[in-house]
């Protein structure tokens, strides 16, 4: 018997492959950056070519450092940056243009018109989800009507889908009879599927503009799809989930109540509401978890933040404070807080729970005082002030208290920043022993598939706890910083 089990963990900014044992322990991984295009403000790109073609890369890299081959793989599993658009011609596998990355905000007009007068949840009891430049059926719409392929769309001749679609299509034989899939977890972030039944809206798709002769087939999130070819010819493609909904499984959050936050380009805090499709009234999203082949899909409330590790991104590469993203804790810590400095990173405008594309990313509070590392510490306050108001959140539609916070991703290494979590939270953070559940999800998922894990009880199993921070700050402090945090969230929103 095969004795790895793979995950492709394609994110906004890098693709990885990692190989685990049975244990869930890391094998091998290996990593490689895309770029990133920005043609006008707002505007966000990648080139599906170089993703697909990364792919290749990582999965021979890590193969290769492994010392292992193909065959060895039980399965692979795929988890995939969301909402991110792709386009391309079947007959050829090449994309009709750069994908529009999920940040991307060039369809805000086109979002106002299809809100009209019934407003931004004109289609939320249908799809959970309001209508907002972040999901992926007003960038399909955009770009069949910047490059008039309507009726090549509706003929299928051109293709849609979120990059899960674009991977699996490529892996699974490409032009050569590759399949046309999604699971129901990016679908659920469309905008194109209905919530109750977990299948295509046509008549949405209609009103949006948005042929359903593009889309893809709707699959289990965890369930056998086709054999790979290329890098991994033979190998069972056995899970498909969205990046968030990945880590929620990596984190085994398998019962109604158990929740996890992902620190990445953006984070994401994902509440399992079991079989239940709980609707937000305090700008959440109903999203779907995840489904296992022949069983119930399950559900979850999702606070989304569009920009957090990113703004450290933006430190070094557009303001240039800092050389690699380690330093920022170390500039940040040079300062004994914040210095009454407050840095709202509208970028992409504010996801939840403000859903306001139009809000601008501020600093507030600089005086001559203010030096670099009071810039670098508000940036890293300001992905624990966003979880705050994601949490409050989320409790008001759940009515569930955080007793603990499960957390995970790249920006989990930073210490300084756990502990800020912990203090403005005022409950425990933990962190499991492997910190990039994304990929870990997928793997479980595929492995689950297979038969190479029993059942969830054993996934759980595997799960364990690395590090722990207790909050330390009194509700004096933490109402305080509260308070000013909220004075510099109306100031993004007054800029608009």
Known sequence: MAELIGAIDQGTTSTRFMLFDHEGSLVAADQIEHQQVFPRPGWVEHD?????????????????????????LAAVGLSNQRETTVLWDPSTGQPVANAIVWQDTRTSDLCRLLAGDEGQDRFRSRTGLPIATYFSAPKARWLLDRLELHDEASRGEILFGTVDSWLAWNLTGGADG???????????????????????????????????????????????????VGPLPGVPLAA??????????GQACFEAGEAKNTYGTGNFMLLNTGTDAVSSESGQLTTVAYRISGEDTVYALEGSIAVTG???????DGLGIIDSAEEVETLAASVEDNGDVYFVPAFSGLFAPHWRPDAR???????????????????L?????????????MTADSGMELTELKVDGG???????????????????????????????????????????????????????????????????RGRLLGRWRQAIGRSLDWA
Request: charged share 20%; with cysteine; hydrophobic share 45%.
């Open 381 to 393: 306050e300001a992905t624990a002030f966003q979880t705050r108001d994601v949490t409050e959140a």
């Open 240 to 249: 498909i989930l969205g990046d968030q909904q990945a880590a929620l499984f």
């Open 178 to 228: 590759g399949r046309h899939v999604t699971d129901v977890t990016n679908a659920s972030r469309t905008m194109l599927m209905d919530l109750a039944t977990t299948a295509w809206d046509s008549d949405l798709a209609m009103e949006i503009g948005v042929p359903v002769h593009m889309l893809p087939e709707i699959v289990a999130s965890v369930g056998e799809v086709a054999s790979c």
């Open 48 to 72: 599906p070519i170089q993703i697909w073609q990364n792919t290749v890369r990582v999965i021979e890299g890590a193969l290769d450092r492994a010392g292992v081959g193909p065959g060895e």
């Open 310 to 316: 990113s703004l450290v991104q933006w430190l070094r």
């Open 361 to 379: 990313g501020v600093i507030v509070g600089l005086t001559r005082f203010a030096t670099g590392g009071h810039i670098a510490r508000a940036a």
């Open 411 to 477: 920006m989990t290494g930073n210490e300084l920043l756990m502990q800020f979590q912990a203090d403005i939270l005022g409950v425990d953070v933990v962190r499991p022993t492997v910190a990039e559940t994304t990929a870990l999800g997928a793997a479980y998922g595929a492995g689950l598939a297979v038969g190479f894990w029993s059942g969830l009880d054993e996934v759980r199993s595997k799960w364990a706890e690395d590090r722990r921070w207790a909050p330390g700050m009194g509700e004096d402090e």
